[in-house]
């Protein structure tokens, strides 16, 4: 069995460990000044000296363009050190590890012994000082050997990590790290991960230019195939043509271009429809384009799906009740006006809690008419609802907004359309003043397409909270004041809140505020005063177990003012564990 051999000078560097664990300094003689400072910040991190305990992330990208790129280099560079004790590992930028080359048997049952694996976290505040890790945060080329590891069971390895940067972006995107014994000579190790970090960024360069160049040839044979807007985007590049500059100002290229973020990447061609703030409801084509078999990014037309309602829209319209400042909501609400003023019937389209409802009752407000507001969704009886409601609008004409209205089927939606029907054919004082119901994102059923949809001029998206992030500097406190008067958020607050992906839309905005507003009566909300969700960036679902355990840590590292290792006491776990659910979870510390 390959191992380390004792060296004369390893007891030197263990026993200078040792002094700088026992009484820390910034300069040690006999220690390099990269390593005395990784040491630090892995004391600062408060990671563990003897027992290494990296993070394990399940839903690692083994498919990105970095790791195509790499598998190749790797595997030819494994197949040259088959004799040789050399593992070679690739990580992302945050230093998780998502391959490794390993022919030699016992290196690779030394490196599964320390979670040297993909899955695992080697940044520093997950072990502390390593080839990986401290590359990252040099963002330079590092020899770490034997004891110069922070980690005690990390010193029979020597680690060589070199820095792998975009060749276009020039943005760092990963560490090639060469890993062995602690006997084997480090310069020709990190001399030779330095030139395979080269090649694999060369390999980088020679996908992007083939993606891009796909990319390109797709998106010039689209504009020559027909005059028309044209977008070709991934997620490097973008490009228009010059009929989408002439078509659409800036403030909608700007909105098109949002749209397309919800649908590239997708493998099949796709059709959107888009409302921009000039009015216009845009339909976007989208065909992906391939490079081989690697997905090299899309490619979208898009045309005018409904004429522009500049003249008849208000942009600067303020409906009571809701607020937003963003192009799309100003939009949005001018057009819903608008379809009232003009007597046309409204469908409200979009993700679950975004406020289509509120959004129509907004507008039959602002026309002083109280209107009659049904959930569709929650009817049994269809027969005497429809009896009744048609009853109701006979007393007063009042406008109608109906909840839900695609959960209908069968006899039920052609109950309802014949009421529909004999309203378009009533005098004005026996039918609605105005007709709005609110959908799903869809596909809708073939009921609600062939016989309720007809009725609808026009359907509107309501734009998912994501899509107008920067209203919540006025819907926040508009929230806060229908559940307290005393109540204000701090800029740190909203910061915070606006850098969350709101799956849940404004409903669930809404719910974090009442559940604040339970527990803080007055004053101004911090960080620290948001529930843990909150709290938290972490790119999975959590199990219920899972969030469970995350809100105890949350709570814990609250109450202990973000003091690690209190925390980890409270709860009865180890230091180390704590740190590892900590960055599991993507809890923050410095909230707290």
């Known amino acids: ?124 505040e997950s072990v502390g000082t390593n080839g990986i890790g401290t590359a990252l945060e040099c963002q330079k080329s590092v020899l770490v050997s034997g004891f110069e590891h922070f980690n005690s069971s990390l010193t029979d390895f020597e680690c060589a990590g070199a820095p792998i940067t975009h060749p276009i972006r020039g943005h760092l995107v990963g560490v090639l790290d060469l890993t062995s014994w602690a006997d084997i000579p480090g310069p020709l190790l990190l001399t030779l991960a330095r030139t395979t970090a080269k090649q694999i960024a060369d390999a980088l360069l020679a996908s992007t230019g083939a993606r891009e160049l796909s990319l390109f040839r797709e998106y010039l044979a689209s504009c020559q195939r027909g005059s028309g807007a044209i977008l070709a985007v991934n997620e490097d590049v973008i490009m228009v043509n010059s009929h989408a500059e002439e078509l659409y100002d800036v403030t909608d290229r700007a909105a098109l271009i949002s749209h397309t973020a919800d649908v590239a990447g997708s493998t099949k061609p796709v059709t959107v429809l888009a409302d921009l703030p000039s009015g216009v409801v845009a339909r976007l084509e989208y065909r992906p384009v391939y490079s081989g078999s690697t997905l090299a990014g899309g490619v979208f037309r898009v045309k005018n799906h409904a004429a522009s309602r500049r003249t008849a829209c208000r942009a600067d319209l303020q409906l009571p009740g809701v607020v937003g400042t963003s192009p799309v909501w100003r939009q949005l609400c001018a057009v819903a006006d608008a379809s009232f003023v003009e007597g046309n ?137 229908r559940h307290s008067n005393t109540l204000t958020a701090s800029d740190g607050c909203l910061r915070q809140l606006m850098r969350l992906p709101w799956t849940g839309n404004v409903r669930q905005l809404d719910q974090v505020l009442v559940e604040i507003s339970r527990r803080r009566r007055t004053g101004t909300i911090e960080v620290g005063d948001l529930p843990a969700e909150c709290r938290t960036f972490t790119r999975r679902q959590l199990t219920k177990l899972e969030t469970i355990e995350r809100d105890a840590i949350v709570r814990s590292l609250s109450a202990n003012r973000g003091n690690k290792e209190l925390a980890a006491a409270d709860l009865g776990m180890s230091r180390a564990t704590i740190y590892r659910k900590i960055r599991a979870f993507g809890i923050v510390p410095e909230q707290f």
């Open 345 to 481: 019937w409204l469908a409200l389209s979009g993700e679950r809690g975004t406020g289509k409802a509120a959004v129509a009752q907004a507008v039959a407000r602002r026309h002083g008419r109280r209107p009659v507001l049904l959930d569709c969704a929650a009817v049994d009886d269809h027969g005497a609802w429809v009896s009744a409601l048609a009853d109701e609008v006979t007393r007063g004409n009042p406008p109608v907004i109906l909840r839900h209205a695609d959960t209908l089927t069968g006899e039920r939606v052609e109950r309802l359309t014949d009421l529909f029907t004999s309203w378009q054919g009533a005098p004005p004082e026996q039918a609605p003043a105005w007709v709005a119901v609110t959908l799903s994102e869809g596909p809708h059923s073939a009921d609600v397409q062939g016989w309720l949809m007809p009725f609808f001029a026009h359907t509107v998206e309501v734009p998912p909270l994501r899509h107008r992030i920067e209203d919540l500097h006025r819907l926040v406190p508009n929230l806060l004041g």
């Open 1 to 124: 069995m390959t191992t380390q051999r004792d060296r004369s000078d390893s007891r030197p560097m263990s026993a200078l460990r040792e002094m700088f664990l026992s009484r820390p300094l910034p300069e040690l003689p006999g220690v390099r000044d990269v390593i005395t400072a990784s040491w630090q910040r892995a004391l600062d991190h408060q990671v563990d000296a003897e027992d290494p305990d990296p993070v394990f992330i399940a839903d690692r990208d083994e498919e990105s363009l970095l790791v195509r790129s790499a598998t190749p280099v790797l595997a030819n560079l494994s197949a040259e050190l088959t004799s040789h004790p050399v593992a070679s590992l690739l990580s992302d930028a945050d230093g998780l590890v998502v391959r490794r080359f390993s022919t030699d048997r016992n290196l690779t049952s030394g490196l599964d012994r320390i979670s040297l694996a993909p899955g695992y976290s080697y940044a520093e």
